[in-house]
């Protein structure tokens, strides 16, 4: 049926379809700021996750979250506000570096714990011989930052998910 309730539903559906590409697009730059972040203090401790780690990364998290996040539907009202339209504005940007901050603050803290442990020593791997993946995927400081790295991925799209101004909820 053509009514003028038409319009409506397109403006509604094109703002969740702007903020819904948003969030995608800050959930997957916050996905390569925490694994450069998780690669780097695996390069400094020398160790590496071992494969089952990889697997729940990059084949659970990482993917579930990034394609749930577009699939969400309309805001049932109007916004009578407009969407952010520029991808290095002052709100995209903000909300990236804060979720950014967090995480790192909360890395740092997870860290800090695992060494006040009276049970934890620092083990730096100082091998020549990278063959056995067994053997320097199996610490404390690798399992500590696949913790962690996991629930930053999940919580940064719950975060990006926030705002139901143009989207319903998940």
């Known amino acids: 049926v053509k009514t003028i309730t038409s319009v409506v539903e397109v403006l509604r559906e094109g ?10 697009y800050k959930y997957m730059i916050m996905y ?17 996750f071992a494969e089952w780690n990889w697997v729940f990364l990059d084949g659970f998290w990482v993917i579930s979250m990034a394609f749930t996040l577009p699939l969400s539907k309309a805001a049932s009202k109007l916004s009578p506000e407009r969407p952010t339209s520029s991808i290095l504005g002052a709100h995209t940007m903000f909300s990236a570096c804060g979720v950014l901050a967090l995480n790192f603050s909360f890395m740092i803290i997870a860290l800090a714990a695992l060494f006040h442990q009276e049970w934890y020593q620092c083990r730096k791997w100082g091998s020549t ?11 404390y400081e690798a399992e500590t930052l696949f913790l ?23």
């Open 15 to 24: 703002r969740c379809a702007l903020a819904s590409a948003f969030a995608s």
């Open 32 to 48: 390569g700021q925490v694994e450069a972040m998780n690669q780097m203090l695996c390069a400094y401790f020398q160790v590496t």
């Open 129 to 139: 011989d990278v063959s056995s993946v067994n053997t320097i995927g199996d610490n």
């Open 148 to 170: 962690v790295t996991g629930y930053q991925y999940i919580s940064s799209a719950m975060a990006f998910n926030f705002g139901y101004t143009f989207r319903s909820a998940w």
